[in-house]
C-alpha cells in the first residue's frame, strides 16, 4: 500500500509539480488548497506525513499545524514558507513542524526530506510502547504521556519529543546541534539558532516540577538527562 502524503498548497502550479514528484517516488499525494480543507482530510484520511504551506486560505499554516498536533504528535510535518526569517522558522517549529524547507526550494530537496522524516519516524517506532521511569517522573511513549507524581503534565509534541530524546540518550550529553537533528529534523548545517533548544529546555523544566532537576545543563555543550541527580 502506498504511503499518503498531504500536500497543503493554495499555489496549483506548485502542487501539481509535488504531486507529479510524490507519485513518481511512490507515495499517494492528497492535495488540497485551504487549511480547512487540509484539517478534515487529514482527519478522514490520516496520512503518513503532511507537507504543509505556511500562507494557505481559510486557516493559515500554523494553525492548521497546531489542530494536527492537538490529535496527533507522531504524523511528520514539513513546512513550506516563503518567509525566511528566523522568528518565522522557529516559530514554526514551535507550532509542532518537524524540518522547513524555505521557497522557491528544489523538488529534490524536498524529497529527500520527506524520506528522511519517514525514516526517521520508522526507526523511532520499536520504542512506541515503552514506558520510562525516574523517581516520580514516568513517561509512556505509546500513550504519548509524561506524569509528574501521578499527574498528567500537558507537553507539547516538541517538548514530549525533546524530554525523550534527552531520557533514552542514557545519560549521555546532547549539542544543541545534536538535539537540532535529533528532534527536529534540522541537520548541523542549518541556518537557525540553537537558543530554541534552550528555549524548549526551559519550558520543560517549568513544566516539570520537581523533577526538572533531571534536566542538566553542561556548560558549553548542551544537555543531559539523569536518572538519578
Not at 135 to 153: F, I, N, P, S, Y
Not at 172 to 183: A, H, I, N, P
Request: charge should be positive; include cysteine; glycine fraction near 6%.
Amino acid at each position: 500500500m502506498k504511503r499518503k502524503v498531504l500536500v497543503v498548497e493554495d499555489d496549483a502550479a506548485i502542487a501539481k509539480l509535488l504531486a507529479y514528484n510524490l507519485e513518481k517516488e511512490g507515495y499517494e499525494p492528497l492535495v488540497v488548497k485551504d487549511g480547512e480543507s487540509a484539517v478534515a482530510l487529514f482527519r478522514s484520511r490520516k496520512p503518513r506525513l503532511v507537507l504543509l504551506d505556511l500562507m494557505i486560505p481559510k486557516v493559515d499554516g500554523l494553525e492548521v499545524c497546531r489542530l494536527i498536533r492537538a490529535t496527533d504528535r507522531s504524523v511528520p510535518i514539513l513546512m513550506l514558507t516563503a518567509k525566511s526569517g528566523e522568528v518565522d522558522k522557529i516559530v514554526g517549529l514551535e507550532m509542532g513542524a518537524d524540518d522547513y524547507v524555505t521557497k522557491p526550494f528544489s523538488v529534490r530537496e524536498v524529497m529527500t526530506r520527506i524520506k528522511t522524516l519517514l525514516r526517521r519516524t520508522a526507526t523511532d517506532s520499536p520504542a512506541a510502547g515503552a514506558v520510562f521511569q525516574a523517581g516520580a517522573l514516568v513517561l509512556d511513549a505509546e500513550k504519548h504521556t509524561v506524569q509528574v507524581g501521578g499527574e498528567t503534565v500537558a507537553l507539547t509534541g516538541k517538548e514530549f519529543d525533546l524530554l525523550k530524546t534527552l531520557w533514552t540518550a542514557r545519560g549521555k550529553t546532547l549539542t544543541r546541534d545534536d538535539v537540532l537533528e535529533r528532534v527536529w529534523g534540522i541537520d548541523r548545517s542549518a541556518d537557525i539558532d540553537t537558543r530554541t533548544v534552550d528555549q524548549h529546555v526551559a519550558r520543560l523544566r517549568n513544566k516539570l516540577g520537581p523533577e526538572k532537576k533531571r534536566l542538566v545543563t553542561v556548560k558549553n555543550v548542551g544537555y543531559r538527562f539523569v536518572g538519578e541527580p
